[in-house]
């Protein structure tokens, strides 16, 4: 399994089906890469970037938790 993969697994159990457009949004908008050249090298900045912006979308300590998933895949 990629590394996206696996970061869009994780995310499905916060976002639902919205997960792989939302990750695959972040990985385009702040790490400037497409969604399948992920790799463990941007996990920390990808963490990042989904613990400011998820907290749109779901109360912050979701958001942070989503985050520290997403560092660990």
Known sequence: MSVY??????????LGPAAEMFIARQCQLH???????????????????V?????RYMEAAK?????QQ???C
């Open 51 to 55: 613990e400011v912006a998820g907290v």
């Open 31 to 49: 790490l400037k890469i497409e969604p399948p050249m992920l790799n463990k090298s941007h996990l920390a900045e990808l963490a990042r970037a």
């Open 5 to 14: 993969q696996d970061v869009t697994t994780v995310s499905k159990n916060f």
């Open 63 to 67: 958001s942070k938790e989503l985050a």
């Open 70 to 72: 997403i560092a660990r």
